[in-house]
């Protein structure tokens, strides 16, 4: 990208991932109008600390025209509104997942997005990996013979014990916890590398903790006994088990957890062949685990040819880079180019899956996932 690029980003909250949209649009060279953050006074301080203007109100950064693109990170239950609006106030969005809490606040910013005939995407963070991109590679070449099974699992243990706190911990049961949060991961990723659409799931919700513990002071967690804070009933799920039915006969299936104690961002997929079978885990980014009846297993590592990698083998590259390569692809498409990126369709199949996974829960049967528009594969 050149130094200096003709569209100019403004993003809309300041956390964890606000500040990694931060540091991808540095080091692409694009330039950042300012930020919007949920609290006035922190937000400034922090817009302060970044060297960057902090916007009033999100009317006020709709209002400037020298904002192209907005970077909406704020939490899961504003992205409707806010990418919406954008959109029909002329702006390119760029969203965090998932796009919308439910498929028809997706669906709602899909139509919104076509018909402002502006780009639109969602950061499904681990399509940004080299080796996630060999993996689609790799079966769309025949490499595994005809595809049959795929297993995945996303694990983590932040929420492990009753005092660990969080705004997704005091979300309704239908929008769901570790399937939308995580588990919209696992699905994309699923979808993506073996380019068919996921068709029908059994789930099964559990939770380990019923009742949870708000701290007092608006901490993110606190010592089990030390007597501060609200009991609250917990609706969402801490964890789920789905089969999955995906396109052309092919089966899956994920385990999903936020109270896998020893697990911290255990994500990782497993495709089977007739001829062979390939396994990636996020926690080793740079590395594809081959195996088939001729040979042991096989480590390959990323390619260092590949576009989405910039560092020689031996020089790992991780989280901040795959996000960095998920907005390259935006920004070079913005500008005219044609790189794969995930879109809003991409964001609706996610939240049409999680759907359908929380009613098959309650149901206690089979339910069919919406078809999306296949090139959204």
């Not at 922190?42 to 693109?69: C, M």
């Not at 006994?225 to 999955?244: H, N």
Request: proline fraction near 6%; aromatic fraction near 8%.
């Amino acid at each position: 990208m050149n130094p200096i690029d003709p569209y100019r980003a403004a993003v809309v909250g300041v956390g964890f991932i606000g500040a990694a949209h931060i540091e991808a649009l540095r080091r692409l060279g694009v330039p950042i109008a300012g930020v919007l953050g949920r609290d006035a006074g922190p937000s400034a301080a922090r817009a302060q600390a970044l060297g960057l203007r902090a916007y009033g109100s999100y009317d006020e950064l709709l209002a400037d025209p020298d904002v192209h693109v907005i970077h909406d990170c704020g939490p899961n239950d504003v992205h409707a509104d806010l990418n919406v609006r954008a959109l029909r106030a002329g702006k390119h969005v760029l969203s965090e997942k998932p796009l919308g809490v439910t498929a028809a606040e997706c669906a709602a910013q899909l139509r919104a997005a076509q018909d402002a005939n502006r780009l639109h995407g969602v950061n499904f963070t681990y399509r940004g990996y080299a080796a996630v991109q060999q993996l689609r590679d790799l079966v769309q070449s025949g490499a595994l013979g005809e595809l049959r099974y795929v297993r995945g699992h996303y694990l983590q243990d932040w929420l492990l014990f009753p005092t660990d706190h969080n705004w997704r911990t005091e979300a309704p049961a239908a929008e769901t916890r570790a399937v939308a949060d995580i588990g919209s991961h696992l699905a994309d990723l699923t979808r993506y590398v073996t380019g068919r659409a996921l068709e029908r799931v059994l789930a099964r919700f559990s939770r380990m903790h019923d009742t949870r513990v708000r701290p007092a002071h608006g901490a993110v967690t606190f010592a089990a006994g030390d007597g501060e804070g609200t009991p609250y009933p917990v609706q969402t799920e801490d964890q789920a088990s789905i089969w999955v039915d995906c396109a052309g006969g092919v089966r899956a299936t994920f385990e999903l957890s936020q109270v896998a104690a020893g697990h911290k961002n255990d994500l990782e997929i497993e495709l089977f062949g007739t001829q062979g079978s390939a396994r990636w885990r996020q926690e080793r980014p740079e590395e594809l685990l081959l195996g088939s009846r001729r040979d042991e297993r096989v480590l390959r590592l990323k390619d260092p040819a590949h576009p989405f990698t910039h560092y020689p083998p031996g020089h790992p590259e991780g989280v901040p880079d795959a996000i960095t390569n998920v907005i390259r692809a935006f920004y070079a498409t913005l500008r005219g180019e044609t790189q794969p990126y995930p879109t809003f369709e991409d964001g609706l199949a996610a939240a049409q899956f999680t759907d359908a996974a929380y009613l098959s829960h309650t149901r206690g049967d089979w339910v069919n996932v919406p078809a999306t528009p296949q090139e959204a594969l």
